[in-house]
């Protein structure tokens, strides 16, 4: 073998890899963490907006398991956290809160004050999106062309979509590019009507969660009331209520694998 080719032999492995890396051929090690903009609770007169643990636990996930994380919203900017979820003796909640929270209880100003808008992510740039819950995702993740067009473009590349509780809303009306909804024939979680009436919030929301699902053509697996349950079907991961927050990244963190 000539002197030459072992020089170029020895420099192919570098120039592979090189190659691979500029032309996206392993995923991203990104993910989208997306919260809500919206902090009225309907006509209640009383605020909503993410369950602060259903952000939090799925942040610690995934920062343990090496991703880095961008947190997101639908029109970017402040993303209002439920007052009620502002529990700081969760350590997960507390290490969240300092990191990126702000605003006082007794002032109502509670939230993140600086998340990225959806219509300035690249989905090229991101290996998975989860979609956080709470009340306020009723109102402004469902029927927004931005949430679609993510969460459809991370899917087709490869990527992984998550959600929990409310967060699950982002899914109803997604569609992929041969106009099938991504949530047809999918087993999922999600909040379901029983736990709506539960909490007395079902003549409140906009629509039922599960059922609009269900009309999606959702296989929604239904736990017990406010008890852990996360579902996975192939890269789409779903969790049931805040008890299931952590259970859904975890799955979610295999699901990238």
């Known amino acids: ?55 939090s636990h799925p942040w610690e996930v995934f920062k343990k398991a090496g991703y880095t994380v961008t947190l997101a919203s639908p029109d970017g900017g402040f993303a209002p956290v439920d007052i009620r979820s502002h529990d700081l003796k969760d350590p997960a909640n507390k290490a969240f809160w300092e990191s990126f929270g702000t605003g006082l209880p007794e002032k109502g100003n509670l939230g993140v004050p600086n998340t990225v808008s959806l219509s300035q992510v690249s989905a090229a740039d991101y290996a998975g999106v989860f979609y956080a819950g709470g009340h306020g995702t009723m109102w402004d993740f469902r029927n927004n062309k931005d949430v679609a067009k993510v969460t459809a473009s991370i899917y087709e590349n490869g990527g992984v979509v998550g959600a929990v509780c409310h967060g699950p809303a982002a899914l109803i009306d997604v569609k992929l590019s041969d106009g099938t909804s991504l949530v047809s024939g999918k087993e999922m979680a999600a909040f379901t009507n029983k736990e709506e009436a539960a909490v007395k919030l079902d003549k409140v929301v906009p629509y039922a969660l599960q059922t609009e699902l269900e009309k999606a053509g959702a296989k929604i697996e239904l736990g017990e009331n406010f008890k852990e349950k996360a579902v996975r079907d192939g890269r789409l991961v779903t969790g049931q209520n805040p008890s299931s927050a952590k259970k859904a990244a975890e799955l979610m963190v295999d699901a990238l694998k």
């Not at 072992?6 to 991203?28: D, E, M, Q, Y």
């Not at 997306?34 to 007169?45: A, I, K, W, Y």
């Open 1 to 55: 073998m000539s002197s030459t080719f072992t020089r170029i032999l020895r420099f192919v492995p570098a120039a592979a890899i090189f190659i691979a890396g500029h032309l996206g051929a392993a995923p991203a090690k990104q993910i989208l963490l997306v919260l809500t903009n919206h902090s009225q609770l309907g006509d209640s007169g009383k605020t909503t907006g993410f369950f602060l643990s259903e952000a």
